[in-house]
């Protein structure tokens, strides 16, 4: 059977760096997307607010992998919540990166969800408003 990438260990981060390059994730982000929209929302940077036509494509962050798996033949399974998965541009998803990582002791006994909603608001409070 497959394991789960859903711990946040040093030996996975090869582990979400391949998933990242994966067709299973191709898929998945593009089903999110889809998804989105037939909800009737526009997908948007949660910092700024910008959007695909304005900029080509949008990055998604994970606030989860669970349900994220890899098989023994290497093969990625993606079922993440459509919830785990939030939109920003391509700043603003390094930026939230080099708060969330380089700050994780600040942020330490917090769940990633909540962690990455905060670092959000401080980035909005920022570079918010500025589209
Ligand atoms: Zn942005
Ligand atoms: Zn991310």
Redesign the pocket.
Known sequence: MGHSLGRRTGKNRAGYAAYLKSPAWAWRRQRWFRDCRRRGFEPACQVCGARVAELGTLDL??TSYKGVTIGDDGTFVAKEDDAALLPYCRDH?EA??RILDDRRRDYWGWSRPRATAVVTRILHKKYGGLK
């Open positions: 962050h994970h998803h939230l990166h």
